[in-house]
């Protein structure tokens, strides 16, 4: 039987990040890859764009727009796949597209010459609080990890019939339950109190090895997995 630490190391070997960063992009798969992690990680975006102050609307239109110019292999400030993480090669990327946009918006400005008032030049020039733009695109990164490996035990449990089960067992992921007791679960899966706490226990294995394997979709090897769960935690208790 495959032990947790055998199946996160399996789950690394064909991860989507280092199929981009190993063929920088340029075949078909690595574009498709590619593809899948930017929709993955639409919410990071736009939740780093409300940070900035735009509203939801216009976070997801101009997130759209980001997207559609990674997807077409623009230059985003030299972002360089073969280094670092996912997570910090999107944020990077986010960071010079705004960049861009606001030296093309200024440039448009100054050749029509709009005579702006030193109020409207306050405000042009007055920055959000980086670290807490930064950690809103991390809070939302963590819990689109999380989200993802619950869809992806949530369907393994529907594929073995198991719904019910997995719909009773989900409030104890994240952590004890303090509105629910293991005699509660018992009761409802119509089992023992020692079934119910065996069932919980590999439960929340199960969950641990999908947020790792999905972390491992983001990373450059399976050495900074840890690290970066260890992360994504402490930006879920800071927040």
Not at 19 to 42: H, I, K, M, P, T
């Amino acid at each position: 039987m495959a032990t947790d630490r055998t199946r996160e190391t399996d789950a690394f070997h064909t991860t989507r990040w280092t199929l981009v960063r190993n063929a920088r992009g340029d075949s078909a798969e690595a574009r498709q890859a590619l593809s899948e992690l930017c929709a993955a990680y639409y919410a990071p975006v736009v939740a780093f764009l409300r940070a900035r102050g735009r509203d939801e609307d216009a976070a997801r239109e101009q997130a759209h727009t980001f997207f559609e110019r990674v997807l077409a292999g623009s230059s985003l400030g030299g972002a360089d796949p073969a280094r670092g993480r996912f997570r910090s090669y999107l944020l990077g990327a986010v960071k010079h597209f705004l960049s861009d946009e606001g030296d093309r918006s200024n440039a448009e400005k100054r050749g029509s010459d709009t005579e702006r008032t030193s109020v409207e030049n306050a405000v042009a020039v007055a920055a959000p609080d980086t670290r807490a733009t930064e950690l809103a695109f991390d809070r939302q990164w963590a819990l689109t990890v999380i989200a993802r490996a619950l869809e992806v035990i949530a369907a393994e449990m529907r594929g073995t019939g198991k719904s019910a089960q997995f719909d009773a067992l989900k409030p104890w992921l994240p952590g004890e339950s303090a509105a629910l007791s293991q005699a509660d679960i018992a009761q409802t899966l119509g089992v023992s109190e020692g079934a119910a706490k065996v069932a919980i226990h590999r439960l929340r294995q199960r969950f641990r090895v999908t947020v790792k394997a999905e972390i491992a979709q983001t990373v450059r090897d399976a050495a900074d997995i840890e690290d970066e769960l260890r992360h994504l935690l402490a930006v879920l208790v800071a927040s």
